[in-house]
Every structure is written in C-alpha cells, then in structure tokens.
Nanobody, 126 residues
Framework: QVQLVESGGGSVQAGGSLRLSCAAS????????MGWFRQAPGKEREGVAV???????NYAESVKGRFTVSKDNAKNTLYLQMNSLKPEDTAMYYC????????????????????WGQGTQVTVSS
C-alpha cells in the first residue's frame, strides 16, 4: 500500500511557474513507478510525466521542455516543476504510483497505476 498526498497547486498567470509535490508513505516507495496525471473539466485524465526507479523520465508531448518530474527517495517525495505555464495546463493534477511491472517499463497509462492522491488544482489565466 502507498498513500499519496499532493500539494503546491494554485493560480498563476500564463508564463508563470509552479512546483507540485507528492508526499508518499507506505511500502517500498522507491521501487514504484511514479507518475503525474491531469484532468481538465470535460476531458479524460491524461498522463503528464512519469519517472521510474532509476530516474528515467517520459513526458507528454504537450509539456516537453516546460515540465520536469523528479523525486527525492530520501524524502519519499515526487515533484513536478512546471514552467512557462499555459491556460491549457489548467486542470486537477494527480500523482500516482504502481509497482514496477515485469519488464521494468513505467507507462503513462492511467489504467496501469494502482494508487492515487486526491489531486491539487492548477489554474493558469491568460
């Protein structure tokens, strides 16, 4: 079991920055796939960024070059640094965790993640 609690959301103008944090507690956090997802009003939840156990990362095309995912295993905390924010980044942001599957690949698919936080709202105004 892994418990996840996000923080750091808020309102910002376009071009601004925010850093989201996700505090994790429970079993073997460091051996899990960790991901950030978001859901805008009227849209499906989508993968934003994932990080695996050795720190390899993958990003959605829409955030590449602007967002950076990282984690601090000593603090059991996942981060999402978001720069050059756009109004279309407005959404509820969730962190998620899943045991590393056979093969070791951490996907960006919502269905592959077992544990979810409650979400933190990010609003970007133009």
């Amino acid at each position: 079991q892994v418990q996840l609690v996000e923080s750091g959301g808020g309102s910002v103008q376009a071009g601004g920055s925010l850093r989201l944090s996700c505090a994790a507690s429970g079993d073997a956090y460091s051996s899990y796939c960790m991901g950030w997802f978001r859901q805008a009003p009227g849209k499906e939840r989508e993968g934003v960024a994932v990080i695996d156990t050795i720190g390899s990362t993958n990003y959605a095309e829409s955030v590449k070059g602007r967002f950076t995912v990282s984690k601090d295993n000593a603090k059991n905390t996942l981060y999402l640094q978001m720069n050059s924010l756009k109004p279309e980044d407005t959404a509820m942001y969730y962190c998620a965790a899943a045991p590393v599957p056979i093969g070791g690949y951490c996907s960006g698919r919502e269905a592959d993640y077992n544990y979810w936080g409650q979400g933190t709202q990010v609003t970007v105004s133009s």
